[in-house]
């Protein structure tokens, strides 16, 4: 159930990693794991740094499948997640409906706004979608479509060294 000052977050790519949407958003719990349906993973989100980051791309198609983790996060933090998730700068806050194995789910995502279509990850940002991925136990088949996903190297060694820090053991 969700408290009367928290709302629910829906994560479909790098958010999906719980150490590092913790790390900015305290108080941020995992909930359920859900789909969009008629929604497809796309790298086409142009960053600020030149790559692709995710986006949940409306197609329409009822085939089509955007697995996540559904979050509760305290609404004090929201301001925060706007400001992690991006939004006014190529991302925009939106109301989804998740299916879960419970039920559907109003939860709030953010959905890209600024797209190139054959942009690339680099390859932390890969590795913390498919770590999110694969800690939540999505499909198996969804999580090898991330992981073939091309990806590129960072040129700043030192943004990279710093986004996988949040997985070194203490």
């Keep these: 159930m ?3 000052n928290e709302f629910f ?6 958010n999906m990693s719980t150490r590092r949407l913790v790390a900015g958003l305290p108080s941020a719990r995992v909930v359920a794991t859900g789909f ?6 796309a790298f086409d989100k142009v960053s600020k740094d030149g790559s692709g980051k995710c986006d949940c791309e409306h197609t329409g ?6 697995y996540g983790v559904i979050f509760s996060v305290a609404s ?5 997640l706007d400001r ?3 939004a006014g700068h190529g991302y925009e806050p939106s109301n989804v409906r998740v ?3 419970g039920g559907e789910m109003d939860s709030l995502t953010y959905v890209a706004t600024d ?11 890969k590795h913390h979608v498919v770590v999110g991925a694969r800690e939540a136990n999505l499909p198996e088949e969804y999580v090898r479509g991330i992981e073939s996903v091309v990806s590129t190297v960072d040129p700043l060694p030192t943004r990279s060294e710093k986004e996988l820090r949040a997985y070194l053991t203490v």
Excluded: H, M
């Excluded at 977050?9 to 790098?14: D, I, K, T, V």
């Excluded at 198609?61 to 955007?66: C, F, I, K, L, Q």
């Excluded at 004090?76 to 925060?80: G, K, N, Q, Y």
């Design 36 to 41: 969009l349906i008629g929604y497809k993973l």
């Design 2 to 4: 969700l408290a009367d």
């Design 99 to 101: 299916e879960t194995a």
């Design 61 to 66: 198609n009822g085939g089509d499948r955007v």
């Design 76 to 80: 004090s933090e929201r301001p925060a």
């Design 9 to 14: 977050y829906f994560a479909y790519g790098s």
């Design 115 to 125: 797209k190139q279509p054959g942009l690339r990850p680099y390859d932390w940002y």
């Design 84 to 86: 992690y998730e991006g």
